[in-house]
Each structure stands twice: as C-alpha cells, then as structure tokens.
C-alpha cells in the first residue's frame, strides 16, 4: 500500500543522497553492537565521573571540563566505528562493489557516512547537555553551547577520515577491535578522561600527536575551559591530520576494492 | 556499421587485462546486442568475472576498448541503462527490503514501480524484513528485484541462481525471460549449463582469457560430435571400454552410459554382443559435454 503511494517519483539527486543518508543512520541506529556504546557510553562516563564521583576541590569544575571532553569522547565513535566498521563490512561483503557498478551518484556513498556520523554526533551533544544543565548543574552562556555544538560537529570529519582509512585496509570482523585499541587509549592519552594535568609529563609532552587531544582542546576552549596552545593550531593540526588520512585511506580503496 | 553500433549494449574491443603476469583477459572481442541474452560460460579463473567488471567500470583495461552503450562504463548516463546482480553483494543485515529498493530505485530516472518490482522478483511479502533476517535464496530474490529496478535495458546477471532452489531458480529463469521477451538484453554468467541451456539465445565459451567458442546454443552443441548412449546390459564395462571408437563408458546399477563419436558403429556392436540389451537411448550431447570438449581443446 505504502509502495503504491510512494511510486514514481521525480528523479532527483537530493532525494538519492537524501535517501542514502537516511538508510545509513537507521541502519547504523539499529545495530545494537555499535548504537548502544555510541549514545550511551558518554553519558554513562558523564553520570558517573562528573555527577556522582566528581572532584568537587579546587578549580578544577569537573562538570563543565568533561562536557567537554566526553562531547569529544562521544562524537569519536560515530567517526570511527560509523566509517571505519561500515566500510570495511561493505567492501568485504561486495555492497561497495555492487554499489560502484550501480548508477549511485559517485558522492553519495560518503556523503551519507559523513551525515550519518554528524546526526550521531549532534544526538551525542544533545544527550551530554541535557544531562550537564540538569544533574550537572551545568550553566554556560549560549555562545559557548553554541561555539561546543560546532567543534563537536564538525569535530567529526577527522575521525571520519582515520575511521574510512581503517575500513578500507582491514576486514570487517577485525575492524572493532583494532579501532577499539586506537580509540581507548587515544581518548585517555588526550586527557578526555581526566585532565592532562594530573597524568605524568611524557604523557603530556606527546599529546599533540593525538588528533583527539587537538579536538579535545577546542572544546574546553569552547566553554571557557584553560588551554594549552592556540585554537588555529589545533584547527591546522586537525585539518592536516583529515587529508592525511583520506590520502592513506584514497590509496588503499584504489588497492582493496 | 551504423546499425551495429545502434544495436549494441556493451562491447569489448581486443580488450586485455593483466593481473601481474596472468593474463585474465587475453584480448578478445565481445559484443551484447540489444534484446538478446548472452551467456558468458567458462571454467573457474577463465575471466568471465573480469569481463563483466570490465563492462561496469569496476576496473580498468590495460589494453583495448570497454564500451557501454557506446560510451565509457564510468559514464552515469550510459550506467543507469543497466541493472545489475552480482554473484556476493551482501547488503546491510540491518536494512528492511523496502528501504533497499527504494534506495537503489532512486539511482534511476524513471524506475519500475516498486509494487511491480517486488512482485516480478517474488518478494512481495518481504519487503517489511531485515535483509539479515532472510534466507539465501530470498537474499538472492532481494538482489534480482534490485537488478530490475532500473528498468534496466541491459542487465547484468553473474551467477544469479547459485544458492537457489529448483522452484525460486525457475522463477527466476522466467522472469528473466520475460524482461528479455519485453526487450532487455541480458549479459548472464553461470555455472550452470542447464541454464544457458534454458535462456540463452547466444552463448560465448571463455578459457584461460580467450575466446574460445561463440554462437546459439545449437551452434555450440553441434560442434562436438559426441553422442551418449544408455542401455541395460550384462557387458562389462571393461569390455566395452576396449573398442576403438568409445570415449568413456561406466555403470551406473545395472545401467550401462558410453560417450562416442560414432554411434551407430557402437550400437550395432552392443546389439550384436547382447541380445538380452534393453531400453537403448541415444543423445546428442548437451551443452555440458560441447563446453568440456571446447575448453579441453582450448587448454
């Protein structure tokens, strides 16, 4: 019946990746394997290390810092489990293959990823701040929610790339686990979990070359948070970190595929 | 000249492909003509799967022409005239069937009404479900209605029925014919002989990259001189086995099979040694035998 009412519609390259965004969310939505640590993991950390255990002592407002932090946290995931887990399962199981010799417009493919990655980074950011104004007793002038949202959102794209590197060089059964040895430690390395401050010196003498930690700075910068180096750094170094690894990942889709 | 190039879905010109020092593909010629239907036989490794990767663009000649339509596969306008199954394309287990035609429906400028496609590929009542959820066969079905969603005027179909019932195969087999009856051509990869037997109207026979054979199925068939002959005897095997003109011969029960080139010698020979012989039959080879014959000669 629904089949009836939805046929013939006008050819359009908006509908097409339209569509294809749509089906790449709700199939990711629906994967319990990857929706469940996704949007529950960050709130859980936030609820506990924020909320009930939080350090109530000196400067160090726990609340606001790990908003921030576990917004980065957070917004990692969909990057790297949502490109990198997707992609390594469509290239082994021929979906890409079928999909390369299908007339989909040559952008779609990633455009639907990226947006897919983005929805889950925006849901992500939603959670982590209802959960900080209200348990939290978070509060923070507009500006800075506002300046949070966008280095959440946009914070995605290098992980999307390391995540899309990774799906295009190993299979889809290895996937999770090498990108839960990047992910985990990264995210301690950077200071995501706990400031940077207390972790030994040669913890913080490397941090830099964790894209994490580049990200992890913009947000605390974001919501008023000290900050070690200038935003435009950060920004570059993000940035450089993103064609990088959309090179590495060009060149193994053009071997692997 | 003008006619042929109008007629002509896809084409290979002494197209060739390499991989390291294997040759997949030894340079040959390859025409699908509009409305006909293909098969493109040959054993494991003799470069059907590549021919068909060249036609969709999936990878790149390193010698000759790839044509589609008359343009380069790569082309979307000259790709959205062509549906496609290919032999593993496992979709998101996580996706329903309705979600999966709509999507691939949007590829094409003016698509088959997803009610008619779906009851065509005979997954009406499964449109609702999670591709993860289904059966082999009913994936397969999913990956036929997605093929014809296009209405596509030339369609690709590698090993379509492999992990089919009987049923669900002849389902396919006459939707197939159907879509080529309504005008479609139809480029089908397969391992089984039976059906390029049943569908094809022209057949062409790989080998190690080459060309080997190309024609009707009759053609083909009528290039071997082997006939199979069946009776109930009490000769031995051995015994028969022994004259000149047998090629092979075994028992089968109390069944006696024997191909040869020169059946009438052979039967009035076996008619001669056992009187008690019964129920003779005698075949002409079929497609399988023809394509074992031409790819022995080949190799």
Known sequence: MNAIAISAPRFSI?????LEAKHEFLRLLRAPSFAVPTLLFPPMFYFLFAVLFANRGGDFNAGIYLLATYGVFGVMAPGLFGFGVSVALDRERGWLTLKRALPMPP???LASKLAMAMLFAATIFAVLALMATTVGGVTLPTTAWVRLFFVEIFGVLPFCAIGL????????????????LIYLPMSFLSGLWMPLTILPGVVREIAPLWPAFHLGQLALGAVGQPTSGMALVHVAALAGFTVLFLALARRALIRNA | MIDAKNTCCARLLAAGKRYGNIAALDGIDLDVRAGELLALLGPNGAGKSTAVSLLLGLTEADAGEVQLFGQSPHALAARRRVGVMLQSAGMPDTLKVRELLAQTRSYYPDPLDAAECARIAGIADLLDRRYGKLSGGQQRR??????????????????????????ARQALWSATRALVAAGSAVLLT??????????????????????VAEGSVRQIRARVAQRRIRCVSALKPETIGAWPEVRSVWRDGDRIEI???????????????????CELEVQRAGLAEAFVEITREAA
């Not at chain 2, 191909?259 to 012989?277: H, N, P």
Request: charged letters at 20%; hydrophobic letters at 50%; a negative charge.
């Open chain 1, 107 to 109: 952008g779609a493919y």
């Open chain 2, 142 to 167: 999913v990956q036929f209605a997605l093929a014809i969603c296009g209405k596509p005027e030339l369609l690709f179909l590698d090993e379509p029925t492999t992990g089919l019932d009987v049923e």
């Open chain 1, 14 to 18: 908006a509908r097409c990746y339209a």
């Open chain 1, 165 to 180: 590197c990774i799906g295009a060089m190993i299979s889809g059964s290895a996937a999770p686990a090498v990108i839960n």
């Open chain 2, 190 to 211: 397969t391992h089984y002989l039976e059906e390029a037997e049943a569908l094809a109207d022209r057949v062409a026979v790989l080998a190690r990259g080459k060309l």
């Open chain 2, 259 to 277: 191909v040869t080139d020169s059946a009438e010698m052979v039967v009035r020979q076996l008619l001669f040694e056992d009187s008690a012989l």
